[in-house]
């Protein structure tokens, strides 16, 4: 079974500082990989996703993330925060089998703090 | 383009009562999936119906249960409520990935039924 771990439970970040948060999966194969954001009482919005190819994805609101099989990763970056990038970020693996796709195995997530 | 719909938004039930929430998926996902999402954690995947039929499910008693309807929209029963059932549910859909497995795992999410059991 696939696992996800997101090892920052809180980040705190200057506005107008870069930002990275560290996702690591546990999977057999190569997952696909997603980075989802959550306002608070909202639904999850996709920010982008990793299926094959180019291992660095981009994705909306200006965030990256790079693929990293040697190291079982997925990170998310950002060049320079805005304050309305403050939100819970998940990271989550999806696998493909048996003519659909399974359920997403979520992270605990990150709760991203922007400082003034 | 109407996204994925859920309704209702907000409900409160008591312990051992049973609760339906609904879900209209986005146009052209045939697939709907439910998470459930406690305060504080992440989404725990509950279950996935396709061709209205129950294709997957995760590590949740049979007191979860689910229907696809031909319109693909889809509802969840929770029957006996416990405490511990009070969350977030969310409601995702995507579109089956028979010629383009990628399409079959993006998944579009609904703002959710906050449940909470008293």
């Known amino acids: 079974a696939q696992s996800v771990t997101q090892p920052d439970i809180h980040i705190t970040v200057s506005e107008g500082a870069s930002l990275e948060l560290r996702c690591n999966y546990s999977y057999g194969a190569t997952p696909y990989l997603f980075w989802y954001v959550q306002s608070p009482g909202q639904g999850l919005q996709l920010l982008l996703k990793?299926?094959?190819?180019?291992?660095l994805v981009q994705g909306i609101k200006g965030f990256e993330a790079e693929f990293k099989r040697s190291q079982s990763s997925f990170n998310l970056r950002k060049p320079s925060v805005h304050w309305s990038d403050a939100a819970e970020y998940f990271c989550?693996?999806?696998?493909?089998?048996?003519?659909?796709?399974?359920?997403?195995?979520f992270g605990k997530g990150t709760h991203l703090i922007i400082q003034p | 383009d109407a996204g994925v719909t859920q309704s209702p938004t907000h409900l409160i039930k008591t312990r051992g009562q049973q609760v339906t929430l609904r879900c209209s998926p986005k146009?052209?996902?045939?697939?709907v999936s439910w998470y459930q999402q406690a305060l504080g954690q992440e989404p725990q995947f509950i279950f996935q119906y396709y061709e209205e039929e129950e294709r997957q499910r995760g590590n949740f008693p049979d007191r979860f249960s689910g229907h696809q309807f031909p319109n693909y929209s889809s509802e969840l029963n929770v029957n006996a409520l416990l405490l511990g059932d009070s969350a977030l549910y969310l409601c995702a859909s995507s579109a089956t990935g028979h010629k383009d497995p990628s399409g079959a795992n993006v998944l579009t999410f609904g703002a959710g039924s906050r449940l909470t059991v008293l």
């Open positions: 990793y299926f094959s190819g180019d291992t």
């Open positions: 989550a693996v999806g696998v493909y089998s048996g003519g659909g796709a399974d359920g997403l195995t």
């Open positions: 146009s052209g996902h045939d697939t």
